[in-house]
């Protein structure tokens, strides 16, 4: 059969397995939503190029097949967009990769292989939801235009975007930038804007968060929880240094550890970037809060103690932080 090109952007439908030939090994398993850059199809499969960053811990240097880097922990390695980024894939116990760089603890890995074409859908992303949302709340609902109207202006000034007539500002539109007129309203006009904003910059949906889990489950069944975003209240102890002792986190990294989850008696390993770190330098021992986190192992090398990575701060004994 010859092989027909698909289009070149892609969005992972579904959770997917990411294989070294058309239903051959699986290498990762690729998370819904993903976008991806493929290429030919062979029957059922498409080609596409998965790259990411891993802990450098992770990996070792290997010559196998004309790949540079192994992945080593034995419940395999998260795949994320860029350093302590959102997670795009989960990647297998000895899947082969290249080494592309490295920054800080972390090294960036691309691989060829194939998914299923089930899986995939192509051209761009919908755009998201909640573009009319303008016409909620208590002003007068925009008069819906066609015609000369749907064109698209731009600013000629810097100026606010708010999501009612006379409503607060959500967002300041600078000089040239330019929208989709779809409504208007008085002296108002509703335009509809697409952009891009990083992905380690938005919040998680709640209804991704997996809360009331205990560690004896997580340690029952390892596959069905690492990767995945709980929800844990926890007692803040102190902030650490990851060191050799703990090759689960980055080393140098900080992290916070902690009592929990609660009720139970045990602890919890809170790993947090720079920009989280200041709300825990600033608590106080024994302070409780709600996390929500993505699992990263179960336990460490030597202790039976979860590794939590920090997502999102939901309260601070019982308040919004």
Not at 298 to 309: F, M
């Amino acid at each position: 059969m010859v092989p027909t090109v698909l289009a070149a952007q892609s969005r992972v439908t579904q959770t997917t397995s990411f294989r070294k030939d058309p239903a051959g090994t699986v290498l990762a398993t690729l998370q819904a939503g993903v976008a991806v850059k493929t290429g030919k199809t062979q029957g059922d499969w498409t080609a596409l190029t998965l790259e990411g960053w891993v802990f450098t811990q992770s990996t070792e240097a290997t010559s196998r097949d004309g790949f540079d880097i192994s992945i080593t922990p034995a419940n395999g390695e998260n795949l994320r967009s860029a350093p302590n980024g959102r997670i795009v894939a989960r990647i297998e116990k000895g899947a082969l990769f290249n080494k592309v760089g490295t920054q800080g603890g972390w090294t960036r890995v691309t691989r060829a292989g194939w998914v299923s074409t089930k899986a995939l859908s192509s051209g761009p992303a919908p755009p998201a939801a909640g573009a009319n949302a303008a016409s909620s709340g208590s002003a007068p609902p925009p008069a819906v235009v066609g015609g000369d109207m749907a064109d698209r202006v731009a600013a000629l000034r810097s100026t606010s975007l708010a999501l009612t007539p006379d409503g607060p500002p959500l967002a300041t539109l600078e000089t040239g930038a330019s929208g989709q007129v779809i409504g208007k309203s008085g002296e108002w006009v509703q335009i509809q804007l697409q952009g891009w904003v990083r992905e380690t910059d938005l919040s998680e949906p709640a209804s991704a968060a997996i809360p009331g889990v205990s560690v004896a489950q997580v340690r029952a069944d390892p596959s069905k929880y690492v990767g995945q975003l709980l929800e844990w209240r926890v007692q803040f102890i102190s902030v650490q240094t990851a060191d050799e002792l703990r090759p689960e986190i980055p080393n140098g990294a900080k992290y916070l550890l902690t009592r929990g989850p609660l009720p139970e008696p045990g602890f919890v390993y809170v790993v947090v970037t720079a920009a989280q770190l200041p709300t825990f330098q600033a608590a106080s021992p024994l302070q409780e809060f709600t996390l929500r986190g993505r699992l990263r192992a179960t336990q460490t090398r030597y202790l039976p103690t979860p590794v939590l990575e920090l997502v999102q701060v939901m309260d601070v004994n019982g308040g919004t932080p």
